[in-house]
């Protein structure tokens, strides 16, 4: 009898040390969530799609920062503030000049692979990840709330303000050389 017992609380030490080493390989191999972490993990799913990689935009930045931070302190979970303000609306505050946005929240996961792979697992999140119209991307972490805005600059209203520029020198060149 006292061999058996022996032999089970060596069975009972040696599982439990399984199962100490299998929960500190897990934890070791995921990331914690940070910008940097969220948007590695993005564009290796674009570049696996072959998709061009999202730039980092600070306006974009600054505003998921403020929504994942308003979430929080209103204590709400939407697109849409308590007020009715639509996500674009801190995008607006920020300056970023838009044609097309998008937004994915999280809340409460432990780790980016976990996060980000969640989102890629539904369809809608998927498709924002996979928009091949969005260029820029940016993340806000407050507590535990991620708020991930991606979009694509209004090039075509930075192109007419270029034209326009460029319109109004010609015509100043124009008379400047006629007036000689």
């Known amino acids: 009898m006292r061999g058996i017992v022996r032999s089970g609380k060596n069975l009972v030490i040696t599982i439990t040390a399984i199962f100490v080493v299998f929960s500190f390989v897990s934890v070791v191999h995921a990331s914690p969530i940070s910008q940097e972490n969220v948007i590695k993990l993005t564009n290796q799913l674009r570049i696996q799609n072959n998709l061009p990689e999202l730039i980092v935009s600070d306006e974009l930045n600054r505003a998921a920062q403020r929504k994942a931070e308003d979430i929080v302190k209103r204590n709400y979970w939407s ?3 308590p007020d009715g303000q639509p996500f674009w609306s801190f995008v607006d505050e920020k300056a ?3 044609s097309n946005l998008g937004e994915n929240l999280a809340a409460d996961f432990k780790n980016s692979e976990n996060m980000v792979s969640a989102w890629y697992a539904s369809p809608s999140h998927k498709k924002n990840i996979l928009n091949n ?4 991307i940016g993340v806000g972490i407050y507590q ?3 708020a991930v805005a991606y979009g694509q600059k209004n090039e075509s209203l930075a192109q007419n303000y270029i034209s326009k520029i ?3 020198i010609h015509n100043i060149m124009s008379l400047v050389t006629h007036s000689y």
């Open 166 to 168: 460029t319109g109004y």
């Open 96 to 98: 970023y000049n838009w």
């Open 144 to 146: 535990n709330t991620v």
């Open 79 to 81: 697109h849409q503030t």
């Open 133 to 136: 119209d969005y260029q820029d």
